[in-house]
């Protein structure tokens, strides 16, 4: 029998899930803390957004970006056909579109953003 | 020793006779300690002998009684009647065709059993005189879990993907192919991988976990089948993007 190539959904969907493991509680966090008007100096809006203005971690950003919505879209697709809609190839396709043009759009911002 | 009455439903099914399976209660009076499997004895032996089920040695370790018991596959020698309230209803294993009563007909499991090739497949083939095959205790606890199953079924009786999709080589039989793929005396793992990293493979798994809830043997299936998509991923991309590599 021919060998899947489910891996290329799979290998993003499993790494961002384990990404977002750790990532969903750490935010949750922050934006608690930031919403207490506790966030850390070092997290406050004009030392991150100077952050995100480098390069590197634009690319970083995007990269998790990515990871995270292709994890969430596999997720649904998967539920979806759990719960019983068995249109596999169209809720793949119109999942999977969600996640690439969300992380589209975040490459377009991010790269529009300039270090002040 | 306490007895007490106990009512249990069973599902009966004569294909010669009957045109549809129906239930048929029977009424039981059992000791505190008796198993579901006790009850159903103790009726073949006095109320019906006609009653079909499979088991044999009414400690876990045969695999062979396994059914649904109030809807859930379980072991009918670990379940006891107890833990079970009202009227205990004991049907055959999800998922399988019924062959009469509790009897199922477990070809397709076998069959899938029979392509993975769950035996020792020698890396290297030596004579007897050259003595056995060492490991050392590491390399038996990668593998040691997934050698407990008792190929009972009732992880494919529980796994909803395996009611979708029957062509779903399903829990054990990927479980027990990872077992041999772990084993660092075996070189069969190519082989294997033919049938577990193709869609039918591991791939209809949807990480429902539900194998691993009902497993008696603690097996833990579904953490063997995450293992084998990893692997499988990882083979993928290697394979995909360092050409060279492919023999
Ligand atoms: S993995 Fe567990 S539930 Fe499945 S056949 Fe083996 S022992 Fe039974
Ligand atoms: S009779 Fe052997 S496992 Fe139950």
Known sequence: MATSNKPIVWGPFAAGGTLTAFLTPVLILLTLLAGLGHAPDLLAYDALRAFAAHGIVKLGL?????????SAAHRLRITCYDLGLRADTLVATLVYAVAIAGTVAAAAYLLRLNPV | MSERTVELEVLRYNPETDGEPHFQRYSVTCREEWVVLDALNHIKETVDPTLSYRWSCHMAVCGSCGMMID???????????????????????????????????????IAKLTRVKPYLIPKEEKPVAAGEYRQTPAQLKRYKQFTL????????????????????????????????????????????????????????????GAC???CPEHVDPAAALQQVKIKSTVDWYLAHTMPWLNK
């Open chain 1, 62 to 70: 995007v990269v998790v970006i990515f990871l995270s919505l292709w």
């Open chain 2, 71 to 109: 809807g859930e596959p379980k072991l009918a020698c670990k379940t006891f009647l107890r833990d079970y309230p009202g009227v205990i209803r004991v049907e055959p294993l999800a998922h399988f065709p019924v062959e009469r009563d509790l009897v199922t007909v477990i070809d397709d499991f």
């Open chain 2, 149 to 208: 199953c008792i190929n009972c079924m009732l992880c494919y009786a529980a796994c909803p993907e395996y009611g979708i999709i029957p062509k779903f080589l399903g829990p054990a039989a990927i479980s027990l192919a990872h077992r041999w793929n772990q084993d660092s005396r075996d070189g069969g793992r190519a082989q294997r991988q033919e049938e577990i990293a193709a869609t039918e493979g591991v791939w209809e798994c949807s990480f429902t």
């Open chain 2, 212 to 214: 691993s809830e009902v």
